[in-house]
């Protein structure tokens, strides 16, 4: 069963911009907090930016200052903003989340791929 459906990657120029989103599949289903993750071939997954259950978020290696999360209520959903994109960035990015319907669950998204052209 998918709780979490993501959108957005895609093939960006180092030095632009891109939007991740990361919805509940369904209207009950509530997202609590989330973590988002990359990953590239070989490697382990890592984490990047975790949103708690206020909103704020915090922010981890080399994102630090350049990506943003926050909530997207209207769709119940979570954004990832990454700006000044850069070569190294180029991964498959994974939402996390906690959610709840009558009941707290973990949950991810499918993952979504993210290029960057110098």
């Known amino acids: 069963q998918v709780s979490l459906v993501e959108s957005g990657g895609g093939l960006v120029q180092a030095g632009g911009s891109l939007r991740l989103s990361c919805a509940a599949a369904e209207i009950n289903l509530s997202i609590n907090t989330m973590d988002w993750y990359r990953q590239t071939p070989g490697k382990t997954r890592e984490l990047i930016a975790s949103m708690d259950y206020d909103g704020s978020a915090q922010y981890f290696g080399s994102v630090k200052g350049r990506f943003t999360v926050g909530r997207d209520g209207a769709k119940n959903a979570v954004y990832l903003q990454m700006n000044s994109l850069r070569p190294e960035d180029t991964a498959v990015y994974y939402c996390?989340?906690?959610?709840?319907?009558?009941?707290?669950?973990?949950?991810w998204g499918q993952g979504i791929q993210v290029t960057v052209s110098s």
């Open positions: 996390k989340a906690e959610m709840s319907y009558l009941r707290k669950f973990e949950a």
